[in-house]
């Protein structure tokens, strides 16, 4: 009985992401891609909570939904989409495209046929998840401080250049 | 009625990233292309924090942070790239960018 409405959310969420994620791919207009991935990545940002992982649902909604999210928007704007939302929308290679893609829903198709009982996860070694975000902050800053130094840098570096990319003429 | 399986989080998970590969291979316009690479991407978080709350380790969390940087380099180099392209080509269908197509 307990468990009935945290299943119940799951579900919606999944319903709620898939859809999206449907939405946002088919949409004519990059704008409405843009804000229909915001409902996607709200979705995946709702099933980090349900997942133990709240720390990671702030970052979610702050990185992708107030950072790229807005990044796109900002791009948009600049670039000129009133011709391409008026071409053609599919490139010439789609057939190759859905094949590939058939065949990883195969693949999935396949899988939930075989149901969960076709998977043994690991089973865990016993350990907790609370107080999240102070466990992720030891992690973060403790067992991998090497790579999160480097991807720290590897921001720095992408950050510089998109600046020299989007430059207009470099002196 | 138990909690959601795990095996739950990896369909949806591979739902989701077939939806992005769809996006990616099919559509012409370049920031839907990029749009897609960010579903593919949250498709892999997903998966990341799902077995990370089956083995009730904070790694996979952890991980998912470090695929959530690497999204927000190769959106800020994808969209610089992109710009720098339309300047010169006035264009934002990739088919049309087929300089060095053979």
Known sequence: ?171 | MPPVPTAHYVFLSAALFTIGVIGVLTRRNVIIILISIELMLNAVNINLVAFSNQLLSVNGQVFAIFVIVDAAAEAAVGLGILIALFRNKETVQADEMNLMKW
Request: with cysteine; hydrophobic share 55%; aromatic share 12%.
């Open chain 1, 1 to 171: 009985m307990q468990t009935v409405l945290p299943n119940a959310f799951f579900y919606i969420l999944a319903g709620v992401i898939l859809g999206g994620g449907v939405i946002t791919i088919t949409r004519r207009n990059a704008v409405h891609a843009a804000i229909w991935l915001v409902v996607t990545l709200l979705g995946v940002a709702g099933l980090y909570l349900h997942l133990n992982a709240e720390f990671l649902a702030a970052v979610q909604v702050l990185v992708y939904i107030g950072g790229i999210t807005v990044l796109f928007l900002f791009v948009i704007m600049l670039v000129n989409l009133e011709e391409a939302a008026s071409e053609r929308q599919y490139s010439g290679q789609w057939p190759l495209g859905i094949t590939c893609a058939a065949l990883l829903l195969i693949e999935l198709g396949y899988f939930i046929y075989k149901g969960q009982e076709a998977f043994y996860f690991a089973e865990s070694f016993g350990g907790t998840l609370q107080p999240n975000t102070e466990l992720v902050a030891l992690a973060l800053y403790r067992d991998y401080l090497l790579p999160f130094e480097i991807a720290s840098l590897l921001l720095l570096v992408a950050m510089v250049g998109a600046v020299v990319l989007a430059k207009k003429d470099l002196e």
